[in-house]
């Protein structure tokens, strides 16, 4: 019997994995919820939020699922492997006390600290006052990081004192993100990169190399995002860096946990820097990246559900093999984002992409509505809207193709990042 596997979220993330485990040849079923007009052309998908934690078990229960793979962190966050565990359903996913490393930067802080994992030096601050008197005395910029999940916004670093003491007075006298604590830590520089691993307590095995492209426009300027583009492999990072990755700072982490007694279980995502003094900590997620995931899991040439269900069970991990191909994916964005947008923009041109070869359309936010010619039409639902991945020999070529196909999807909405990938190319 093949078997029945629930994907938990709706954006571009989740679409990635979905694709992988319908070209798993254990799986015969795939549920999402609540997915999203790309989604459904893969998978049946459940009108369920990502965060109804009771009515994703009972959806679980009823139809006898046999995996759940969990995207995004506010469902980790809320509790969701501990409910399905404890009512004997499988999850791929870290305890609620474990996402606690990606939910709380003072506890990963923390953790780095005990056990020596190289990161950015850095004092936490509830009391305002005791804050700007930190900051008076630091070398500027400087980076003040909001205890708590913020959507990515909840990071800032400004140029000034002055500029400092308005941001520390938005996050600890007006609570403008919440009632929490500020992480001050000192400005590292290098090239960002992301190396997600699947994690079973001590157990540790890297994904392919990734990087994402946080700020809104070309030439990194403009507001973080919640990523624009990435790509895969990363010529830049090489063996030693990677090895020192892996030994120095995943190894590690993952040890940590178990030692803390929050043993992690899942994709532990490393949010890395090449500074000059090697390889440090930026800041750690515990579940994928998006879009990194979208770059990433095409690359996967093994069977992900039994990935998936080795660090499940915690039995033995199958060989992960990882495609020579290349891939660069360009996010399209509604008009607006990160600020305010507007939704219901139709999107044309995604019909002709389906048959191309060297491209994938991951929908992020995108929703599917009946027009009055009684035809579906897809429309954007979201900030992030389509991850648009080119394939190819190489990095040059993966990018040829991933602009060509972004010029052939039309919607008066839209905006993206020509230039992913600039590094390298
Ligand atoms: P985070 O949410 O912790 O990943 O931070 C968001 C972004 O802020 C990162 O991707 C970096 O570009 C930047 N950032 C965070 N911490 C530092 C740091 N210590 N030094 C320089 N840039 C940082
Ligand atoms: N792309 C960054 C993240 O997933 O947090």
Redesign the pocket.
Same mark, same amino acid.
């Given at each position: 019997m093949g078997k029945k596997v629930l994907v938990v979220g709706g954006g571009g993330r989740c679409h990635a994995i979905v694709d992988a485990l319908s070209r798993s040849p254990q799986v015969s079923k795939i549920y999402c919820a609540p997915g999203n007009a790309g989604i459904a052309a893969q998978a049946e998908c459940v009108p369920l939020k990502d965060t109804q934690v009771e009515e994703l078990k009972k959806f679980a229960l009823d139809n006898s699922i046999d995996l759940t793979v969990v995207g995004p962190e506010a469902s980790l966050a809320l509790g969701i492997v501990d409910e399905f565990e404890a009512a004997g359903l499988r999850i791929f996913g870290p305890s609620k006390s474990a996402a606690t490393i990606e939910s709380s930067?003072d506890f990963a802080k923390r953790l780095m600290a005990k056990y020596g994992i190289p /990161? =950015?030096a850095?004092e936490t601050f509830e009391d305002y006052a005791a804050a700007v008197e930190y900051v008076r005395g630091h070398s500027f910029?400087v980076?003040l990081?909001y205890d708590g999940l =913020?959507a !990515?916004k !909840?990071?800032v *670093?400004p140029e000034t004192f002055e500029e400092a003491e308005s941001v520390l007075k938005d996050m600890l006298l007006d609570d403008k993100f919440g009632k929490g604590k500020v992480v001050i &830590?000192?400005?590292? /520089?290098g090239p &960002?990169f992301s190396l997600m691993c699947f994690v079973d307590g001590t157990r540790v095995w890297p994904m392919a190399l990734s990087q994402?492209h946080?700020r809104a426009y070309e030439g990194d300027k403009g507001p973080?995002t919640g990523g624009m583009g990435a790509y895969s492999p990363l010529p830049f990072i090489t063996d030693e860096d990677l090895s020192y990755s892996i030994e120095k700072i995943m190894k590690p982490a993952a040890a940590g946990m178990v030692a803390e007694g929050c043993p992690f279980k899942g994709v532990l995502y490393g !949010?890395l820097?090449k500074t000059p003094d090697g390889v440090?900590v *930026? &800041?750690f997620?515990c579940r994928f990246g998006d879009p990194e995931t979208e770059v990433v899991l095409p690359r996967l040439e093994s069977d992900i559900y039994a990935i998936f269900s080795a660090v499940a069970d915690g039995t033995e991990m199958p060989e992960i093999k990882w495609s020579e191909k290349a891939t660069i994916g360009f996010v399209m964005a509604s008009k607006g984002y990160p600020g305010h947008y507007d939704k219901g923009f139709e999107i044309t041109g995604l019909d002709a992409l389906e048959s191309c070869e060297n491209v994938r359309v991951y929908h992020m936010g995108t929703a599917s509505v009946h027009s009055s010619e009684g035809q579906d039409k897809v429309v954007t639902s979201g900030g992030r809207v389509l991850m648009v991945v080119g394939f190819g020999a190489d990095l040059h070529d993966a990018h040829a193709n991933a602009l060509a196909a972004v010029e052939q999807i039309h919607c008066d909405n839209l905006f993206y990042r020509r230039d992913i990938g600039w590094r390298v190319l």
């Open positions: 930067k /990161t =950015a850095y910029p980076v990081k =913020a !990515g !909840g990071v *670093i &830590e000192d400005f590292l /520089t &960002e994402d946080k973080n !949010g820097m440090k *930026i &800041e997620n």
